[in-house]
């Protein structure tokens, strides 16, 4: 029986470390080479981890450095080791604990009296506690220290960082955000259980949050060359739980030391967004793996319309697509969805404009007559699968007479989406265009300003969109 548990637990950490290194291998990793000579980098929790790798590739690009930490004397043992690694002499030391507010106004006001400008501020510090703990001003510890401090330091900052422009926030999140757990009546756990990771993710969920609304705010201003991003870093081998020692944190750490990515590769997608011309255009987005499907159509050489509500933020995904891929052949068009004259409006433009179409993503049905003529061609619809649970009332689509309820309102319009797909395939079936929907799995989406779930990457979830594209087709493959 032994013997048998034992096989067992080699299979599963066999499994496991494969599994690490096949993540490793598709991580992505920071290309750009440019240099951050006369810029001041502020890095928080910069003495371990994810922190530690970036402060040292921007020193290594030529920034000013401040590592913003709470143990000094661990900070200057790796000041001292960034120095004599990079050459780079302009590295300081500062106090900061982000779970105390007195010391983050403190801090904020010594930075504002000695540095003459703050060009990038990544907030990167963070903490993970099994147990309920408070901070000094009386606050949960976890939130104190991811969320409010962050905050903080940030609006106190936000003047110097503004006449700074062009400058950049980057807030360091987790896929975490999306997991439940949010409830803003009671944030502290003072009427709730207390769980480590409800307590973490919604700290999480906060970053995000403060980036899309600092991001808007900043538009609304018309500053536009202060760009605010959030990122997931992936699962990655950090101290993060090293404060606490718990039997199952120390089993999971176990578990991301043989699974997880390096500190260095956990620290590319916040370089990529420190140092890239697409992290100084971009704004209110979150980032996996230094990417946000119209990059790869675009790579392999398609003409490439973006269809979207927000021209002056499409404008900057254009500008980054073409100058990323050398591909000039990218345009944008307005379209609001929910607005029927818009996709009538959209669809004549398009119509008028446009000698074909080879494959339509996630609109079909708008253009069908151009699709037609434009064959062979393809109609892709991103669907869900939600579309298999209940909710749909076709005597009641608009929710008038039942209660509202926003996963019944989606999953109506997913199911939707499969039935008009597999109805429109039925008449174009002696076409020579082909009509698909596809679940693209749990995916980072934002609809109306809101964050839903996400497990995996933009670039993973785009996949079977861009599968359904440039794949042979089953009448292709006859051919």
Same mark, same amino acid.
Request: net charge positive.
């Given at each position: 029986?032994?013997? @048998?548990?034992?096989?067992?637990?080699?299979?599963?950490?066999?499994?496991?470390?494969?599994?690490?290194? +096949?993540?490793?291998? +598709?991580? #992505?990793?920071? &290309?750009?080479?440019?240099?951050?000579?006369?810029?001041?980098?502020?890095?928080?929790?910069?003495?371990?981890?994810?922190?530690?790798?970036?402060?040292?590739?921007?020193?290594?690009?030529?920034?000013?450095?401040?590592?913003?930490?709470?143990?000094? /004397?661990?900070?200057?043992?790796?000041?001292?080791?960034? =120095?004599?690694?990079?050459?780079?002499?302009?590295?300081?030391?500062?106090?900061?604990?982000?779970?105390?507010?007195?010391?983050?106004?403190?801090?904020?006001?010594?930075?504002? !009296?000695?540095?003459?400008?703050?060009?990038?501020?990544?907030?990167?510090?963070?903490?993970?506690?099994?147990?309920?703990?408070?901070?000094?001003?009386?606050? /949960?510890?976890?939130?104190?220290?991811?969320?409010?401090?962050?905050?903080?330091? %940030?609006?106190?900052?936000?003047?110097? +960082?503004?006449?700074?422009?062009?400058?950049?926030?980057?807030? =360091?999140?987790?896929?975490?955000?999306?997991?439940?757990?949010?409830?803003?009546?009671?944030?502290?756990?003072? $009427?709730?259980?207390?769980?480590?990771? &409800?307590?973490?993710?919604?700290?999480?969920?906060?970053?995000?949050?403060?980036?899309?609304?600092?991001?808007?705010?900043?538009?609304?201003?018309?500053?536009?060359?202060?760009?605010?991003?959030?990122?997931?870093?992936?699962?990655?081998?950090?101290?993060? %739980?090293?404060?606490?020692?718990?039997?199952?944190?120390?089993?999971?750490?176990? =578990?991301?030391?043989?699974?997880?990515?390096?500190?260095?590769?956990? *620290?590319?997608? &916040?370089?990529?967004?420190?140092?890239?011309?697409?992290?100084?255009?971009?704004?209110?987005?979150?980032?996996?793996?230094?990417?946000?499907?119209?990059?790869?159509?675009?790579?392999?050489?398609?003409?490439? +319309?973006?269809?979207?509500?927000?021209?002056?933020?499409?404008?900057?995904?254009?500008?980054? @697509?073409?100058?990323?891929?050398?591909?000039? $052949?990218?345009?944008?068009?307005?379209?609001?969805?929910?607005?029927?004259?818009?996709?009538?409006?959209? *669809?004549?433009?398009?119509?008028?404009?446009?000698?074909?179409?080879? =494959?339509?993503?996630?609109?079909?049905?708008? *253009?069908?007559?151009?699709?037609?003529?434009?064959?062979?061609?393809?109609?892709?619809?991103?669907?869900?699968?939600?579309?298999?649970?209940?909710?749909? !009332?076709?005597?009641?689509?608009?929710?008038?007479?039942?209660?509202? #309820?926003?996963?019944?309102?989606?999953?109506?319009?997913?199911?939707?989406?499969?039935?008009?797909?597999?109805?429109?395939?039925?008449?174009? *079936? !002696?076409?020579?265009?082909?009509?698909?929907?596809?679940?693209?799995?749990?995916?980072?989406?934002?609809?109306n300003g809101q964050i839903t779930f996400r497990v995996v990457s933009e670039k993973l979830g785009a996949q079977t969109t861009i599968h359904l594209a440039v794949a042979p087709t089953s009448r292709e493959s006859k051919r």
């Amino acid at each position: 029986m032994l013997q @048998i548990l034992f096989y067992i637990l080699i299979g599963i950490f066999s499994l496991i470390f494969l599994a690490g290194f +096949i993540y490793k291998k +598709i991580s #992505g990793v920071c &290309t750009c080479k440019n240099q951050l000579h006369g810029k001041t980098v502020i890095v928080t929790g910069a003495s371990a981890g994810i922190g530690k790798e970036a402060a040292f590739d921007f020193a290594q690009r030529g920034a000013r450095v401040i590592l913003a930490c709470r143990n000094l /004397e661990k900070a200057g043992k790796i000041k001292d080791w960034i =120095v004599s690694s990079t050459g780079n002499k302009n590295v300081i030391c500062r106090h900061l604990e982000l779970s105390d507010m007195d010391s983050v106004r403190k801090f904020a006001k010594e930075i504002i !009296q000695r540095e003459k400008k703050i060009d990038i501020l990544v907030n990167n510090a963070g903490m993970f506690a099994s147990t309920r703990q408070l901070s000094k001003q009386g606050h /949960e510890l976890t939130l104190a220290t991811n969320h409010y401090g962050p905050f903080l330091l %940030t609006i106190l900052l936000l003047d110097s +960082i503004v006449k700074s422009a062009p400058s950049r926030i980057i807030n =360091v999140s987790s896929l975490n955000h999306k997991l439940p757990g949010l409830e803003i009546d009671d944030l502290h756990f003072k $009427n709730r259980n207390y769980g480590s990771i &409800t307590a973490y993710s919604q700290t999480k969920l906060c970053n995000v949050l403060f980036t899309n609304e600092l991001a808007r705010r900043l538009a609304q201003k018309g500053i536009k060359n202060v760009t605010v991003n959030s990122l997931h870093p992936g699962v990655v081998k950090t101290e993060i %739980t090293s404060k606490d020692a718990s039997f199952w944190l120390w089993l999971s750490s176990l =578990v991301f030391h043989l699974a997880s990515k390096s500190e260095k590769l956990g *620290a590319q997608t &916040t370089i990529h967004l420190a140092v890239s011309n697409e992290g100084g255009k971009v704004s209110g987005e979150y980032f996996v793996d230094c990417k946000e499907a119209a990059f790869d159509f675009a790579q392999r050489g398609a003409r490439v +319309i973006l269809a979207c509500r927000n021209l002056e933020k499409a404008g900057k995904i254009k500008d980054w @697509i073409a100058s990323s891929t050398g591909n000039k $052949n990218v345009i944008c068009r307005h379209l609001e969805l929910s607005d029927l004259d818009s996709v009538r409006k959209f *669809a004549k433009e398009t119509i008028e404009k446009e000698k074909r179409i080879d =494959v339509l993503v996630n609109n079909a049905g708008m *253009a069908s007559d151009i699709i037609v003529k434009s064959s062979p061609s393809r109609i892709i619809n991103v669907s869900s699968v939600n579309h298999k649970m209940p909710g749909l !009332q076709i005597d009641d689509l608009h929710f008038k007479k039942r209660k509202y #309820g926003t996963i019944p309102a989606y999953s109506q319009t997913k199911l939707c989406n499969v039935l008009f797909t597999n109805e429109l395939a039925r008449r174009l *079936a !002696q076409k020579d265009c082909d009509s698909k929907q596809l679940h693209p799995g749990v995916v980072k989406y934002r609809y109306n300003g809101q964050i839903t779930f996400r497990v995996v990457s933009e670039k993973l979830g785009a996949q079977t969109t861009i599968h359904l594209a440039v794949a042979p087709t089953s009448r292709e493959s006859k051919r």
